[in-house]
């Protein structure tokens, strides 16, 4: 299996060469084939008759495969079947480097499916980890992802399985161990990554309120724009608190552009909390606790605390909307009083009723 395979037309000069002097190859090889030439030639360096023409045909593949995908950084080859796993890095001038995970293992798994699916956890972290994170994060990630794949494909080669099965068992069960942790790590390092990238969308957005807010401000007072970067300011006060306590989880696999975009939203939600219980207070549905005599600063200084409270908690905002909605209580609807002449008449009617049932 080859992973990440890069866009057909970044052809390089070398792979061309090689296959022109071929003459049978009109495409990139595989990973597959790297195994095959591989095992040839070390299955005749390992009986003691050298084959100079399978020495060749390794180099050759291997070449024109790493003219592709770059360098293999990291590698484990069955010594007794045509199985390998493999980790390549292609760097790039002024962008980060290219890493590739590839595995074939058809031939030494197909009588061992326990290993099989613990390989396939393996190939599900390697492709999160390459799109989702960066930097030296992802090349730790895959980095272990790798060594989990080697290890697993140790266990199923015929040299290192001879143990027995309760030994292959055991050593599967390890491995799956080992593969939740490069799991976990994969989730913090991902979080972490996440929270830097919806921080961005949250100080981008803020920038931009900062900037007209204060231009606002600075002309004229106006209760709505003070209340909005107030509130603004809250939800950031906020999302800052939940990082600082570890309990701000994000969905990291949806990508860092949404990310930055639900970061830009949090602080327009609290500004518009802030906003609606300013026109609350300010149409008479609310009234600050403070006393009628106090200045006309300290009721701004007021609804600018409220409102930043209705940034930093959503809840309070709705609860404090709420209470401005009218009580809509279910009462038993009044009984009409009965007048003199309905009076009258009724208990007639009830004994005919009950004249009419008892015959």
């Known amino acids: 299996m080859t992973e990440l395979i890069e866009p057909m037309n970044d052809v390089s000069p070398v792979r061309q060469v090689e296959a022109k002097s071929r ?5 990139p090889p595989t990973f597959t084939e790297v195994v095959y030439a591989h095992h040839r030639w070390w299955r005749a360096r390992h009986a003691g008759t050298p084959d100079p023409a399978a020495e060749d045909e390794y180099d050759s593949v291997l070449t024109a495969f790493e003219a592709r995908h770059g360098p293999i950084v990291h590698a484990y080859w069955c010594s007794e079947i045509e199985s390998a796993v493999a980790l390549t890095e292609k760097k790039r001038r002024l962008r980060s480097p290219v890493f ?5 293992s058809d031939w030494a798994t197909k009588t061992a499916p326990a290993v099989a699916s613990e390989l396939h956890a393996c190939d599900e972290l390697a492709v999160r980890a390459n799109a989702v994170l960066t930097g030296v994060r992802k090349r730790i990630c895959l980095e272990l992802v790798v060594s989990c794949a080697a290890h697993l494909l140790s266990l199923v080669d015929t040299r290192a399985g001879v143990g027995g099965n ?3 068992a055991a050593a599967v069960e390890h491995e799956r161990v080992e593969i939740k942790k490069v799991k976990d790590y994969y989730c913090d390092a991902a979080n972490g ?3 830097l990238i919806y921080f961005g969308g949250i100080a981008t957005v803020m920038v931009v309120l900062a900037a007209i807010c204060s231009l606002w401000l ?3 007072w106006a209760t709505p724009i003070a209340a909005l970067i107030a509130g603004a300011i809250g939800a950031v006060v906020s999302v800052v608190q939940r990082i600082n306590s570890g309990s701000f989880e994000l969905d990291y696999d949806v990508g860092g552009p949404y990310i930055f975009f ?4 949090r ?3 609290g500004g518009a909390f802030a906003v609606a219980i300013s026109f609350a207070f300010d149409g008479g549905l609310l009234h600050a606790p403070i006393a009628a005599t106090e200045s006309t600063d300290h009721r701004r200084l007021a609804l600018l605390v409220i409102s930043f409270l209705a940034g930093f908690s959503e809840r309070f905002a709705q609860d404090t909307l709420t209470t401005v909605l009218p009580e809509s ?3 038993p609807a009044p009984t009409p009083a009965a007048s003199p002449s309905s009076a009258k008449a009724s208990p007639p009617s009830v004994d005919a009723s009950s004249e009419r049932s008892t015959t």
């Open 100 to 104: 590739g995970f590839h595995r074939e």
């Open 166 to 168: 309760t030994k292959t």
């Open 193 to 195: 990554q996440a929270q």
């Open 23 to 27: 003459g049978r190859r009109a495409h």
């Open 262 to 265: 639900l970061g830009g939203l």
């Open 267 to 269: 602080p327009l939600i």
């Open 218 to 220: 600075s002309i004229t």
């Open 329 to 331: 209580k279910s009462a």
